[in-house]
């Protein structure tokens, strides 16, 4: 059953009390909530998951509710919990969503050790895969919402789950997450896609979520191979530069953007090494979407 053939009371009755099992990518995450927009919004963005049977194991149990004091009224917040504990603060309730997305983030981050977790995008059309890796302001989620659009899988706009043999990436297509400038920007080169109503105002700006496109949903189970890692820059009107990283370097680079990296110790050295070896790495500057869009569908 699909989360939308649940009618929308029933839904909202789900969420507040048993919480719902939905499976996204090679995890059951069951979520919870009683605040009435997120549970709206869930069931906009999460639209073609499927909901999994309440009495299967599930990986991760998360909520989002409101705090037990005076700010559940008072200028109202929002508290993301796993297994009944808060990892961060609570923030206003109206960005409810985005904290669902980065607590998810949190959770797959620190407690799917099974896998080396990159920060990262990550795509695949043909056999053939882009991972997009770079800290904030590189461009990562407007380069990839736009090839998202434009025939490309979706595996992730935040996080890359690689096999430690380092040769396959398991997808988890999630909502995908704009910002500020570049929600206009996607709204106009993907007039199809199908934005969340709701925007967010975060400290890190105005947030609208997408939803992922069914392909990517129905296709989730299906692993994707080692190709092609860009460490990407962003800067206005740019020239596009392409240049090989050298294997060294890459390997450092690649260290940095592993959330669970030191966590794993000595397997994730060698998992990360192994990474290094199957995979082609470059660094990717570019200041113009579709000039960037039409040079990496014909790297």
Known sequence: MKLSDIPQPALEKLFSTSGIPLQIGPFIISI???????????????HDFDVEDATRFADYHVSVERPANLRRWIRPQALFCLDGHAPFFPMAAHAAAPLLEWGLNWVVGNHA????????AVLERNGKTLLFAGG??????TLCSALTFQGWRLLSDELALLSHDGDRVAPIPRPLSIKDAS????RRVAPHAMFNPVQS????GIIVHVRPPVEAVTRQMEDAPAGVVLFLKFQIDSPLELREVPKARAFLRLAQNIHNYTVLGAAGFEAAARVVESWRFYEFTYGNLDEAKRVLSSL
């Open 201 to 204: 105002v975060t400290h890190e």
């Open 32 to 46: 919870k909530t009683s605040i009435r927009h997120l549970a709206e919004s869930i069931r906009f963005l999460y």
């Open 113 to 120: 050790h099974q896998y080396l977790v990159v920060h990262s």
């Open 136 to 141: 904030p302001g590189a461009g990562k989620s």
């Open 183 to 186: 929600i206009e920007l996607i």
